[in-house]
Each structure stands twice: as structure tokens, then as C-alpha cells.
């Protein structure tokens, strides 16, 4: 079945630090990647989405993704948070036979000034 | 950018009663809408996938005669939470989708359901 993992349940970071939250998906076919981030209070956001092309794909807010199929990953990076940051991130999967998006557990990211 | 808009955002009522929760699409045509449940500290579980026009598709272990979901317009979808019990209690969260190819599900604010 088609699963999605991240690894990092929580996150702490000072601000200026740089990010990166692990995402890897279980299915063999072609996928379609995103994140989506929820700030406080709330509804989910779209970061950024992956369909094809270039792996490396730049979102808002200066956030960035890359696509590694051979690693079934697709982790979430950003050179330098900001208190703002502090959110909660969830990566998400569709898988193209069934057309669900299917989310991983969620990484809430907790950012210090 | 694409707003859904989801109402109430908080309901409190009593156990056996039904509540119904709104999806809109404010600014776009929503030929699907998607209804998910998220239990706290927990990710998005989704409970069933409608498409304008026709049933609804259920996830495996959601019961349909409990929660019941109409998408009888391209920018209305409803969740009926029939005879609800204490553990119905849960966020639930709509998100919709156009029919244009490559598009992401945009999501609404959630409702927080609250069985007594």
C-alpha cells in the first residue's frame, strides 16, 4: 500500500539555521510530490509540488524540494529559518493509479528567535 | 489564489445528534472535493473522495451511511456526520480540486467537531 514517512515527528531550530525535513514515499510508479505547511491557527498551505521535470523545485518563502526517485525521498530544505517558520509540514504523495494524496505524519517545526 | 471556504469552524452538540459541515470552492470550479479527519498529533487520514455529480468514493474502513457526503454543485460539498458519538469528535478538513491537469488540492480551515 502506499505509505508516506517523515521522519522528524519535531524540530527545533534557532533562527538563521538551516532546514531539512525527511519525506520518503512507498510506491514504485509515477508519483506526484508536494508540501503543504500549516501555520497556527490555520488552513494548509502549498509550498511547493513536483509533477516533472528539473527534481529540484523551489517553492515560497524560499523553501526547496528535491526529487530523488532512486531514494523514494523527497525532502523538504531551506538555508536559513525564520521565526516565522514555525509551522507545522506535511509531505504529501499521489500516486498515479489511484489519484489519492496521501500525507505523512506531519513535522512541526519549532523556531527560536 | 484558490480559497475554500469551510463552515462551521467549531461545533459543539450533543451525542446522537447530526451535524452537517460545509466545503465551498469561493473562486474556482471544484470538480473534485476531497473530505479528510485528522485526530490530534496525528496526519491527515482521508475518508472519501466526490466528484460533482455522482457518489462519493469511500476510504476502506469509513462507514458511508455515517457520514454521508453530497457534491451536488461544482462549488458545494457537504459532510453530514449522522448520529454522532464521542468519538466522532475529531478536526475535519475539506480540500477541492479543479479539473485542470497538475492542479493541488486547496484546503479549507477545518471543523472541529465536538461530541458530548
Known amino acids: 500500500a502506499q505509505s508516506v514517512s517523515q521522519h522528524n515527528h519535531h524540530v527545533i531550530l534557532s533562527e538563521a539555521a538551516s532546514l531539512e525535513l525527511g519525506c520518503n514515499y512507498s510506491?514504485?510508479?509515477?508519483?506526484?510530490l508536494f508540501w503543504y505547511v500549516q501555520y497556527p491557527g490555520q488552513h494548509l498551505q502549498l509550498l511547493l509540488k513536483?509533477?516533472?521535470?528539473?527534481?529540484l523545485v523551489k517553492g515560497i518563502k524560499g523553501f526547496e524540494a528535491e526529487f530523488i526517485k532512486s531514494k523514494f525521498s523527497f525532502n523538504l530544505r531551506k538555508p536559513s529559518v525564520q521565526w516565522s517558520d514555525t509551522a507545522e509540514y506535511f509531505c504529501?504523495?499521489?500516486?498515479?493509479?489511484?489519484?489519492?494524496?496521501?500525507f505523512g505524519q506531519g513535522t512541526t517545526l519549532q523556531v527560536k528567535p | 489564489g484558490a480559497v475554500v471556504s469551510q463552515h462551521p469552524s467549531w461545533v459543539i452538540c450533543k451525542s446522537g445528534t447530526s451535524v452537517k459541515i460545509e466545503c465551498r470552492s469561493l473562486?474556482?470550479?471544484?470538480?473534485?472535493m476531497f473530505w479528510y479527519r485528522q485526530f490530534p498529533k496525528q496526519s491527515l487520514m482521508l475518508m472519501a473522495t466526490?466528484?460533482?455529480?455522482?457518489?462519493?468514493?469511500?476510504e476502506q474502513g469509513v462507514e458511508k451511511d455515517k457520514f454521508l457526503i453530497n457534491h451536488a454543485s461544482l462549488t458545494l460539498s457537504t459532510l453530514t456526520v449522522t448520529s454522532a458519538h464521542p468519538e466522532d469528535s475529531s478536526f475535519y478538513i475539506c480540500?477541492?480540486?479543479?479539473?485542470?491537469?497538475?492542479?493541488?488540492?486547496?484546503f479549507g480551515d477545518g471543523t472541529r467537531l465536538s461530541i458530548l
Open positions: 480540500s477541492a480540486r479543479d479539473g485542470r491537469a497538475h492542479q493541488p488540492q486547496h
Open positions: 510506491y514504485g510508479g509515477t508519483v506526484n
Open positions: 513536483y509533477f516533472s521535470g528539473d527534481p
Open positions: 504529501a504523495v499521489k500516486a498515479s493509479n489511484t489519484g489519492k494524496l496521501i
Open positions: 473562486d474556482f470550479q471544484a470538480t473534485t
Open positions: 466526490s466528484n460533482e455529480g455522482s457518489k462519493a468514493t469511500y
